[in-house]
């Protein structure tokens, strides 16, 4: 569970960035449809590994070509692990729960949906699909939830 903190100092890099999923779905558009108003679902998890000292981000995300979500266009799920040298500094642990401070999490949210906006387009660069971007997301508004690994069993 995050915790708050007044500053944090952390010591941190990426330790790999996976694509773990990614589905396109060609839909037949007329020559003459005006521009495509797409439509984004994205769904994103913190999880802890105390063994290797990291906290990963999943993110799952999805785009639909119309309001009511009916034509998914893409799905892809991307996961990117952060391995943080000064982990124990920074995290606390009661009974089974691990803490770090909300600001960590956050921080590792933002550069992940970065990296998931990259991988994106990347993907469909070469694509009729080429001007769907991610768009910019507030994190300050988000609330991450983090869970150790070992509570999911993985």
Known sequence: MPTESKEV?????ITDISVKKFDLTHFDLP???PEVDYQFALKSLSKIDLESKSISIINFVEVFLDKEQT???????????????????????QENVVHVPEVVVKTFLGVSISTVRGILYSRTVDSEYKKVYLP???????????????????
């Open 71 to 93: 034509k998914k266009i893409i799905d892809f799920e991307t996961e990117i692990k952060y391995s943080i040298k000064n982990f124990d500094e920074i995290s606390t642990k």
């Open 31 to 33: 020559a003459d449809s």
């Open 9 to 13: 100092n952390i010591i941190f890099r």
């Open 136 to 154: 910019v997301i507030d994190i300050s508004k988000l609330t991450p939830k983090v869970i150790d690994l070992k509570e999911l069993n993985l």
